[in-house]
T-cell receptor
Framework: GNSVTQMEGPVTLSEEAFLTINCTYT??????LFWYVQYPGEGLQLLLK?????DKGSNKGFEATYRKETTSFHLEKGSVQVSDSAVYFC????????????FGRGTSLIVHP | NAGVMQNPRHLVRRRGQEARLRCSPM?????VYWYRQLPEEGLKFMVY????????ESGMPKERFSAEFPKEGPSILRIQQVVRGDSAAYFC?????????????FGPGTRLTVL
């Protein structure tokens, strides 16, 4: 079956630091990969996605590259802001998983001024 | 274009009562998913529905929980005889189709507290 493994949080950084949140996956079929962000008290919203190997998804300064050889989709940002404090979820969807998305447990990011 | 709507945003119930959670998907979306989120835990899939059909309910407890998505009106997640362990945030998401590259659009959630 499908599974997503994210690094545990919380990740605590100072403003303008470099961010990496690791995500690896196992999937049957050829998945699409997603990062969602959840701000306090809100639902999840899509941050970026990639649908085939070597694709790079990017949005709001965040990037993630679909690495088929390492089955990874790590999230990066060069300079975080306090407003980036949120919970980040890695997810995949594949035909082998009946198309229902599989989510990681989420990684909490706390950015201090 | 309104997003996914959920109501109520907060719901308080006493043990043994019924909880009824509503979700209106985005306009044009016919696929609805329900998830449960517990503090410090991830998102747990509960049920996937299309109009008038339950497609996959593998994540939903067999007893006390039910879901529907009628031809007209919102999708409803119903929890009968609630217990304290049902306290959680319940999120609804919708998508336009079943393709694996489709993102899900989430509502703001209903936070259920069972006293």
């Amino acid at each position: 079956g499908n599974s997503v493994t994210q690094m545990e949080g919380p990740v605590t950084l100072s403003e303008e630091a470099f961010l990496t949140i690791n995500c690896t996956y196992t999937a049957t079929g050829y998945p699409s990969l997603f990062w969602y962000v959840q701000y306090p008290g809100e639902g999840l919203q899509l941050l970026l996605k990639a649908t085939k190997a070597d694709d790079k998804g990017s949005n709001k300064g965040f990037e993630a590259t679909y690495r088929k050889e390492t089955t990874s989709f790590h999230l990066e940002k060069g300079s975080v802001q306090v407003s980036d404090s949120a919970v980040y979820f890695c997810a995949l969807s594949s035909s082998g998983g009946s198309y229902i998305p599989t989510f990681g447990r989420g990684t909490s990011l706390i950015v201090h001024p | 274009n309104a997003g996914v709507m959920q109501n109520p945003r907060h719901l308080v119930r006493r043990r043994g009562q019924e909880a009824r959670l509503r979700c209106s998907p985005m306009k044009g979306h016919s696929h609805v998913y329900w998830y449960r989120q517990l503090p410090e835990e991830g998102l747990k899939f509960m049920v996937y529905l299309q109009k008038e059909n339950i497609i996959d309910e593998s994540g939903m407890p067999k007893e006390r929980f039910s879901a529907e998505f009628p031809k007209e009106g919102p999708s409803i997640l119903r929890i009968q005889q609630v217990v304290r362990g049902d306290s959680a945030a319940y999120f609804c998401a919708s998508s336009p189709g079943l393709e694996i590259y489709n993102e899900q659009f989430f509502g703001p959630g209903t936070r259920l507290t069972v006293l």
